[in-house]
T-cell receptor, first 118, second 115 residues
Framework: EPEVTQTPSHQVTQMGQEVILRCVPI?????FYWYRQILGQKVEFLVS????????KSEIFDDQFSVERPDGSNFTLKIRSTKLEDSAMYFC????????????????FGDGTRLSIL | AQTVTQSQPEMSVQEAETVTLSCTYD???????LFWYKQPPSRQMILVIR????KQQNATENRFSVNFQKAAKSFSLKISDSQLGDTAMYFC????????????WGLGTSLAVNP
C-alpha cells in the first residue's frame, strides 16, 4: 500500500538555524498538509497545499515558515530561523486521489519528523 | 471555530474485552466528517474509522465501531475484542466539508490493552 514518507526521522538543530523537513506524499494525491504536535499538546494544523499553492494556513504558520513542492514528488517545510518553541513532532499528510470524489477521503500520514531545537 | 474534546487522557482494558473512547466536538457546521486515528508507539498516524455527518448509520470497521450522536455532537469509538496491538494513542478529529480540508484534533486518549 502506498505510504507517505518523511525524512529525517529526527532532526537536531541549533536555535536560529534554518531547517528543512522533507516529505514524499502518495504519488497520485492532490492535497498536502503539514501538522505539528508539541509534546503533550494537541496536533495542530500548519498549512495545506493544493495545485502548487497554499490553500490554507494557520496562525502558527508565520513568515518564518514556508512550503514548497520543488519537483513532482517532494513536499518540504522550511523553518527559516528556528526557535526553541519550534521543537515538536512534524507530520506530513496527503489526501484525495486524482480523478476521485474527494469530499470524504481521509488524510494519510507519514511517520513524522521529531525536531529538537537546542 | 471548531473544537474537539477527548475527556479521557488514559484508559486501559483487558485483552478480549470491549472499551469505549469518548469524543465530543463543537461546530456550527451541518456538513462535516469525523475520524478516529490511531498512533501506536511506532508513531505513524493510522486511520481507524470515519463518519460522514450526513449519514445516520454508525460506521463500522471490523472490531471498531462508532456511536455518532449528531445532536449531542458526540462521536465515541468502541473497540470490541481488544487486542494487544490496539495499544496506542487514539485521536478524534473533525473536518469541515468542502475545500477547507484541515483536521481539527482532540488531545488524544492513551489506551493500554493488558494481557
Amino acid at each position: 500500500e502506498p505510504e507517505v514518507t518523511q525524512t529525517p526521522s529526527h532532526q537536531v538543530t541549533q536555535m536560529g538555524q534554518e531547517v528543512i523537513l522533507r516529505c514524499v506524499p502518495i504519488s497520485n494525491h492532490l492535497y498536502f498538509y503539514w501538522y505539528r504536535q508539541i509534546l503533550g499538546q494537541k496536533v495542530e494544523f500548519l498549512v495545506s497545499f493544493y495545485n502548487n499553492e497554499i490553500s490554507e494556513k494557520s496562525e502558527i504558520f508565520d513568515d518564518q515558515f514556508s512550503v514548497e513542492r520543488p519537483d513532482g514528488s517532494n513536499f518540504t517545510l522550511k523553518i527559516r530561523s528556528t526557535k526553541l518553541e519550534d521543537s515538536a513532532m512534524y507530520f506530513c499528510a496527503s489526501s484525495v486521489e486524482a480523478g476521485s470524489f474527494y469530499s470524504n477521503q481521509p488524510q494519510h500520514f507519514g511517520d513524522g519528523t521529531r525536531l529538537s531545537i537546542l | 471555530a471548531q473544537t474537539v474534546t477527548q475527556s479521557q487522557p488514559e484508559m486501559s482494558v483487558q485483552e478480549a474485552e470491549t472499551v469505549t473512547l469518548s469524543c465530543t466536538y463543537d461546530t456550527s457546521e451541518n456538513n462535516y466528517y469525523l475520524f478516529w486515528y490511531k498512533q501506536p508507539p511506532s508513531r505513524q498516524m493510522i486511520l481507524v474509522i470515519r463518519q460522514e455527518a450526513y449519514k445516520q448509520q454508525n460506521a463500522t470497521e471490523n472490531r471498531f465501531s462508532v456511536n455518532f450522536q449528531k445532536a449531542a455532537k458526540s462521536f465515541s469509538l468502541k473497540i470490541s475484542d481488544s487486542q494487544l496491538g490496539d495499544t496506542a494513542m487514539y485521536f478524534c478529529a473533525f473536518m469541515k466539508a468542502g475545500n477547507n480540508r484541515k483536521l481539527i484534533w482532540g488531545l488524544g486518549t492513551s489506551l493500554a490493552v493488558n494481557p
